[in-house]
């Protein structure tokens, strides 16, 4: 007789009820898997984690020795009623036919228990299974998933809406407020990223280094009209007009390779050079007082014409002066140390009388020719030692040294000098004061504005003579210098050491050349060529040049130490020097003579500068002798000819000098 097969029950029906072998068992929802659920072919898709739990970790419980399962390590969902396992005559309802007793343990795969809420009566823990995550967190469908049958917060995202999503089809505006308040933090965190790295150091410069006229008439340079100038040709360091085959010379000291640095040969005619006009030259307006000139220097009076730099003095009043003529310079612009200068020029008038004062000459850059108060202080001086020499009148004030308080002309003081503004005896507390550098012993570099002179004419006794000299201070007493045949050396007869050694002023080292006398306009208006070839520094030397061969050398020994004047060494210029360039008359150098021919020219055909190849030094604010920061420091000083001296006019103080000042 049959026996009708037991019905199971499964974790999803009611409490209580059970399933008829007609009727198929109730389905869970999509995603969740039953905790014990009927064999499934193996096409079957597993719908969820669990059910792929159960697919991957089929359980196989030990046989005993019998060939039947061990019921103790059997862990199956038992519903209620059953004591175990399904005997071997109670098939699954799937079944067809007899199954072995243990298939069954061996294809029903380890399903972990859920936990039941202990009303639910249906469905009870086996202990052999052990604590499951689902016990541990309570994640049975009733209350997690089921429950959920409301509305959620984000369906209207998933829900389609015509009229909303038509509005959104046609595209928005970012002129919202959110838009305009994130639009308006990038363009603020722009505009200050941009003052901050681009606005603010330009400001700190402007504030820092105010503009300045340059001694024009408006900011910036512009000359008289207020018009920026148009220049024309090349304007490099080398003008392209100097030929190829003087871009080298030799040394006239020592016949080492030269090259050239800078040149203007001064073939564009009408040129001018009212501030502003030339990247190299800048002529300068004003009354040059210091040495009594008779002249007033204008622009106007300088131009090129003809392939010359032409000056011209002229018989023009000008103010209370009755001559006019004209001095320029490349001063802050062009500088060098070191090397040879040359320069090819036609002198002014005759060589017959006198009364002229052409010069061609270089001043250190520290000093301004023809603005009194940046040279007050600075020149003449060539000097690094902190002792008297650094002092007014170059004596203490008990008056020693004797040699310095009487030792000039006369008995009269050596020197009138104010003292050396920028001494090596600076102290520290006017560090602001000194333009540096400071030596590696902590004292300062003494700077000064020295001068070099290509030359200066002048006529005596119906007889022209160019003098070739430099100028020192502090002095030797009565001026000496050691002029021995070891540091005074004359290569060309035609030179001599000059009488006049110095006065209240000055101390020079001058040589006189008797010169070719047609070389003068109103007589040939040949050229010749003037120069100097100098080392700067203690060991130097200065060698000047006449008609392209050496004429006479100073030695830097012949500058040594003065044990009557109590000084040091007086060094070859080691500043960097600037070119100068004027025609004026004054009878504190050469005496007006009557029968002058007015107007008068001096005429330069080209000047050209050279340096060795190992040793170029160009540039007026250079390693070691910086002027830049002072000159802006002090820039009036450089600009306004009416200040004539730095204390009274200028306003301003010298440094504090170690020897007599109270440094702290």
Request: proline share 9%.
């Given at each position: 007789?049959?026996?009708?097969?037991?019905?199971?029950?499964?974790?999803?029906?009611?409490?209580?009820?059970?399933?008829?072998?007609?009727?198929?068992?109730?389905?869970?929802?999509?995603?969740?898997?039953?905790?014990?659920?009927?064999?499934?072919?193996?096409?079957?898709?597993?719908?969820?984690?669990?059910?792929?739990?159960?697919?991957?970790?089929?359980?196989?419980?030990?046989?005993?020795?019998?060939?039947?399962?061990?019921?103790?390590?059997?862990?199956?969902?038992?519903?209620?009623?059953?004591?175990?396992?399904?005997?071997?005559?109670?098939?699954?309802?799937?079944?067809?036919?007899?199954?072995?007793?243990?298939?069954?343990?061996?294809?029903?795969?380890?399903?972990?228990?859920?936990?039941?809420?202990?009303?639910?009566?249906?469905?009870?823990?086996?202990?052999?299974?052990?604590?499951?995550?689902?016990?541990?967190?309570?994640?049975?469908?009733?209350?997690?998933?089921?429950?959920?049958?409301?509305?959620?917060?984000?369906?209207?995202?998933?829900?389609?809406?015509?009229?909303?999503?038509?509005?959104?089809?046609?595209?928005?505006?970012?002129?919202?407020?959110?838009?305009?308040?994130?639009?308006?933090?990038?363009?603020?965190?722009?505009?200050?990223?941009?003052?901050?790295?681009?606005?603010?150091?330009?400001?700190?410069?402007?504030?820092?280094?105010?503009?300045?006229?340059?001694?024009?008439?408006?900011?910036?340079?512009?000359?008289?009209?207020?018009?920026?100038?148009?220049?024309?040709?090349?304007?490099?360091?080398?003008?392209?007009?100097?030929?190829?085959?003087?871009?080298?010379?030799?040394?006239?000291?020592?016949?080492?390779?030269?090259?050239?640095?800078?040149?203007?040969?001064?073939?564009?005619?009408?040129?001018?050079?009212?501030?502003?006009?030339?990247?190299?030259?800048?002529?300068?307006?004003?009354?040059?007082?210091?040495?009594?000139?008779?002249?007033?220097?204008?622009?106007?009076?300088?131009?090129?014409?003809?392939?010359?730099?032409?000056?011209?003095?002229?018989?023009?009043?000008?103010?209370?002066?009755?001559?006019?003529?004209?001095?320029?310079?490349?001063?802050?612009?062009?500088?060098?140390?070191?090397?040879?200068?040359?320069?090819?020029?036609?002198?002014?008038?005759?060589?017959?009388?006198?009364?002229?004062?052409?010069?061609?000459?270089?001043?250190?850059?520290?000093?301004?020719?023809?603005?009194?108060?940046?040279?007050?202080?600075?020149?003449?001086?060539?000097?690094?030692?902190?002792?008297?020499?650094?002092?007014?009148?170059?004596?203490?004030?008990?008056?020693?040294?004797?040699?310095?308080?009487?030792?000039?002309?006369?008995?009269?003081?050596?020197?009138?000098?104010?003292?050396?503004?920028?001494?090596?005896?600076?102290?520290?507390?006017?560090?602001?004061?000194?333009?540096?550098?400071?030596?590696?012993?902590?004292?300062?570099?003494?700077?000064?504005?020295?001068?070099?002179?290509?030359?200066?004419?002048?006529?005596?006794?119906?007889?022209?003579?160019?003098?070739?000299?430099?100028?020192?201070?502090?002095?030797?007493?009565?001026?000496?210098?050691?002029?021995?045949?070891?540091?005074?050396?004359?290569?060309?007869?035609l030179y001599s050491l000059n009488t006049y050694r110095g006065g209240i002023w000055q101390m020079t080292t001058s040589g006189i050349g008797t010169i070719d006398q047609d070389c003068f306009e109103l007589n040939?208006?040949?050229?010749?060529?003037?120069?100097?070839?100098?080392?700067?520094?203690?060991?130097?030397?200065?060698?000047?040049?006449?008609?392209?061969?050496?004429?006479?050398?100073?030695?830097?020994?012949?500058?040594?130490?003065?044990?009557?004047?109590?000084?040091?060494?007086?060094?070859?210029?080691?500043?960097?020097?600037?070119?100068?360039?004027?025609?004026?008359i004054s009878n504190g150098f050469s005496k007006v003579q009557s029968g002058l021919t007015f107007p008068a020219h001096l005429k330069i055909d080209w000047i050209r500068v050279y340096q060795p190849k190992d040793?170029?030094?160009?540039?007026?604010?250079?390693?070691?002798?910086?002027?830049?920061?002072?000159?802006?420091?002090?820039?009036?000083?450089?600009?306004?000819?009416?200040?004539?001296?730095?204390?009274?006019?200028?306003?301003?103080?010298?440094?504090?000098?170690?020897?007599?000042?109270?440094?702290?």
């Amino acid at each position: 007789m049959s026996r009708r097969p037991q019905q199971q029950q499964y974790p999803f029906a009611a409490p209580g009820a059970a399933t008829s072998s007609s009727q198929r068992p109730r389905q869970p929802p999509p995603g969740q898997g039953t905790a014990f659920a009927q064999p499934s072919p193996p096409t079957t898709l597993l719908h969820s984690p669990l059910q792929q739990q159960q697919h991957r970790r089929p359980y196989a419980a030990p046989l005993t020795p019998s060939g039947s399962p061990n019921p103790s390590q059997t862990s199956l969902l038992i519903p209620p009623g059953q004591k175990g396992p399904p005997s071997p005559a109670s098939p699954s309802p799937s079944s067809k036919g007899s199954v072995a007793p243990h298939a069954h343990a061996m294809l029903a795969p380890r399903v972990p228990e859920l936990k039941t809420k202990s009303s639910d009566s249906s469905l009870r823990i086996v202990p052999s299974l052990g604590a499951s995550i689902a016990d541990k967190y309570s994640l049975d469908y009733f209350t997690t998933i089921g429950a959920q049958s409301g509305p959620e917060p984000d369906d209207f995202i998933h829900n389609p809406d015509p009229r909303r999503d038509r509005k959104n089809d046609r595209g928005g505006t970012v002129f919202t407020q959110r838009g305009i308040a994130n639009l308006g933090c990038l363009i603020f965190l722009t505009v200050g990223l941009v003052a901050l790295f681009g606005g603010y150091p330009v400001i700190t410069y402007i504030l820092n280094h105010p503009m300045s006229t340059l001694g024009a008439y408006n900011l910036g340079g512009t000359n008289g009209s207020g018009q920026v100038p148009t220049m024309t040709g090349n304007w490099d360091l080398i003008d392209k007009d100097t030929p190829q085959e003087v871009y080298t010379i030799t040394s006239f000291q020592d016949g080492s390779e030269l090259e050239l640095v800078f040149s203007d040969e001064f073939n564009q005619d009408g040129r001018t050079f009212y501030p502003g006009d030339d990247p190299y030259w800048e002529a300068v307006d004003l009354h040059y007082w210091g040495t009594t000139d008779l002249e007033w220097y204008d622009p106007e009076q300088i131009t090129t014409l003809d392939g010359n730099l032409v000056i011209t003095l002229d018989a023009k009043p000008r103010g209370d002066l009755n001559y006019s003529g004209g001095m320029m310079s490349t001063w802050n612009k062009f500088c060098f140390t070191g090397g040879v200068l040359l320069v090819n020029a036609s002198m002014p008038g005759t060589s017959s009388i006198g009364g002229l004062w052409p010069a061609i000459w270089t001043m250190g850059n520290l000093g301004r020719a023809g603005y009194g108060a940046s040279l007050d202080g600075m020149w003449p001086y060539s000097y690094d030692t902190c002792d008297v020499g650094t002092l007014p009148n170059q004596t203490r004030a008990d008056g020693t040294p004797e040699a310095a308080a009487t030792g000039g002309w006369e008995g009269e003081p050596l020197s009138y000098l104010p003292g050396q503004r920028l001494s090596a005896c600076t102290c520290s507390e006017d560090d602001a004061m000194h333009p540096g550098p400071i030596k590696s012993d902590g004292t300062y570099k003494g700077r000064s504005a020295p001068e070099i002179d290509v030359l200066e004419m002048q006529v005596e006794k119906g007889e022209a003579h160019a003098s070739q000299s430099a100028q020192f201070a502090p002095y030797n007493a009565k001026y000496i210098w050691d002029n021995s045949s070891a540091n005074a050396i004359f290569h060309s007869d035609l030179y001599s050491l000059n009488t006049y050694r110095g006065g209240i002023w000055q101390m020079t080292t001058s040589g006189i050349g008797t010169i070719d006398q047609d070389c003068f306009e109103l007589n040939t208006g040949c050229y010749k060529t003037y120069g100097f070839d100098y080392q700067p520094g203690n060991d130097g030397y200065i060698t000047w040049v006449y008609d392209d061969a050496p004429a006479w050398t100073v030695m830097a020994a012949g500058l040594g130490p003065d044990n009557l004047t109590e000084i040091g060494q007086r060094p070859i210029p080691e500043e960097p020097m600037y070119l100068i360039t004027n025609l004026g008359i004054s009878n504190g150098f050469s005496k007006v003579q009557s029968g002058l021919t007015f107007p008068a020219h001096l005429k330069i055909d080209w000047i050209r500068v050279y340096q060795p190849k190992d040793s170029k030094n160009v540039g007026c604010d250079p390693d070691g002798f910086p002027t830049t920061p002072y000159i802006n420091q002090y820039i009036e000083a450089y600009t306004n000819p009416n200040l004539t001296t730095w204390i009274d006019d200028y306003g301003q103080r010298f440094p504090k000098n170690n020897l007599i000042d109270n440094c702290k």
